[in-house]
T-cell receptor
Framework: KQEVTQIPAALSVPEGENLVLNCSFT??????LQWFRQDPGKGLTSLLL?????REQTSGRLNASLDKSSGRSTLYIAASQPGDSATYLCAVGGFQKLVFGTGTRLLVSP | DGGITQSPKYLFRKEGQNVTLSCEQN?????MYWYRQDPGQGLRLIYY???????QKGDIAEGYSVSREKKESFPLTVTSAQKNPTAFYLCASSPDTLNIQYFGAGTRLSVL
């Protein structure tokens, strides 16, 4: 059974700092990996999707990497801003469904 | 304006009552999903549907039921058999089961 772990559970940084969020998974037989953002009391917004054949994806200040062999993905946020404050969830795509981690709650202070 | 609409935003259930959460999408997606989110936990899959008139149980289907009579609609019924229904419920859709999932704004269900 696929298990997804995100470390740290919470992170507080000053504005402008570069940061890395970590995601690990137990079964390397995945189809893809997705990173989502969730604001308090809201739904999820897809940030990046990495297919199993890819090593990384970039969108603006965000860069996500995938290492299937080690069961790890990282989300790199460059030059963090207060508007980046949210919970970030990774989800591993298996056959027909996603398995979610518990998320990292990020607070970026002005 | 394309997207996924969940209603209501807040819902209260009385003891022994069945309640239905609505999920509508106009993205022309084949696949639709229902997730439950509890505080401090990740999303857990309740049911999913890959095509009209077909659906499969997820990891925590007990006490829930769904239907998929139309491509754009995937309602979730929380039955009286679900003894701990208080949670945030999220509906999602995707072009297929290997693609990006798009989420609605969620319904928060509480027990009176």
């Amino acid at each position: 059974k696929q298990e997804v772990t995100q470390i740290p559970a919470a992170l507080s940084v000053p504005e402008g700092e570069n940061l890395v969020l970590n995601c690990s998974f137990t079964d390397s037989a995945i189809y893809n990996l997705q990173w989502f953002r969730q604001d308090p009391g809201k739904g999820l917004t897809s940030l990046l999707l990495i297919q199993s054949s890819q090593r990384e994806q970039t969108s603006g200040r965000l860069n996500a990497s995938l290492d299937k062999s080690s069961g790890r993905s990282t989300l790199y946020i460059a030059a963090s801003q207060p508007g980046d404050s949210a919970t970030y969830l990774c989800a591993v795509g298996g056959f027909q469904k996603l398995v979610f981690g518990t998320g990292t709650r990020l607070l970026v202070s002005p | 304006d394309g997207g996924i609409t969940q209603s209501p935003k807040y819902l209260f259930r009385k003891e022994g009552q069945n309640v239905t959460l609505s999920c509508e999408q106009n993205l022309n997606h084949d696949a639709m999903y229902w997730y439950r989110q509890d505080p401090g936990q990740g999303l857990r899959l309740i049911y999913y549907s890959q095509i009209v008139n077909d659906f499969q149980k997820g990891d925590i289907a007990e006490g829930y039921s769904v239907s998929r009579e139309k491509k754009e609609s995937f309602p979730l019924t929380v039955t009286s058999a679900q003894k701990n229904p208080t949670a945030f419920y999220l509906c999602a859709s995707s072009p297929d089961t290997l693609n990006i999932q798009y989420f609605g704004a969620g319904t928060r269900l509480s027990v009176l």
